[in-house]
């Protein structure tokens, strides 16, 4: 079965703290991708990343950056230097054929 | 850029009342689905469509439900009669194609979906 495990429920911050979201994930699958998407109060779900199964490069982008790691199967994001902005609930999703199992979602807080 | 455009942005319904949620997915796209996220819970896949045809579905698609791809561009969701427990936000996506092309499925901005 799969399955996508993000532990932390909620966080808080102060802007300009570093702040990592943890996501941990179950799959029998041998090649599968991860994905992080950002839904902000409006409701939409915004792509963030994707990484598959057999590329474990951490990648950043700006103050976003990603950590694949397949022995430990986490695939945790951290924000640094939080903004306001950046106040959402981020999921954390796997896919291994087609469809897109989702975690129950971080809702992070950035507070000025 | 080319997006998924779903509408209405918000619908209310009466419990009973059949309902049907529309999206217009990118152009060239293949792979079509929809999610449902209850408030407050996490994303849910209902049903993924391909070649005119249900490829997926979840336990949540029952009987109720139905998917149409009328005219090659809109893609529908139908609830045949809505029960209170429907009240949710339905994401449409699409995607362009399978591996060795893979990418990311685009969503749209959602239909909240209130059923009184």
């Known amino acids: 079965a799969q399955k996508v495990t993000q532990a932390q429920t909620e966080i808080s911050v102060v802007e300009k703290e570093d702040v990592t979201l943890d996501c941990v994930y179950e799959?029998?699958?041998?090649?599968?991708?991860l994905f992080w998407y950002k839904q902000p109060p409006s409701g939409e779900l915004v792509f963030l990343i994707r990484?598959?199964?057999?590329?474990?490069q951490n990648e950043i982008s700006g103050r976003y950056s990603w950590n694949f790691q397949k022995s430990t199967s986490s695939f945790n994001f951290t924000i640094t230097a939080s903004q306001v902005v950046d106040s959402a609930v981020y999921f954390c999703a796997l896919r291994g054929t087609d469809k897109l199992i989702f975690g129950t979602g971080t809702r992070l807080q950035v507070f000025p | 850029e080319p997006e998924v455009t779903q509408t209405p942005s918000h619908q209310v319904t009466q419990m009973g009342q059949e309902v049907i949620l529309r999206c217009v997915p990118i152009s060239n796209h293949l792979y079509f689905y929809w999610y449902r996220q209850i408030l407050g819970q996490k994303v849910e896949f209902l049903v993924s469509?391909?070649?005119?045809?249900?490829?997926?579905k979840s336990e949540i698609f029952d009987d109720q439900f139905s998917v149409e791809r009328p005219d090659g561009s809109n893609f529908t969701l139908k609830i045949r009669s809505t029960k209170l427990e429907d009240s949710a936000m339905y994401f449409c996506?699409?995607?362009?194609?399978?591996?060795?092309?893979?990418?990311?499925?685009?969503f749209g901005q959602g239909t909240r979906l209130t059923v009184v």
């Open positions: 469509f391909y070649n005119n045809e249900i490829s997926e």
């Open positions: 799959t029998r699958d041998t090649t599968y991708y």
């Open positions: 990484r598959n199964s057999f590329d474990e």
């Open positions: 996506a699409s995607k362009q194609g399978q591996a060795p092309l893979n990418t990311e499925a685009f």
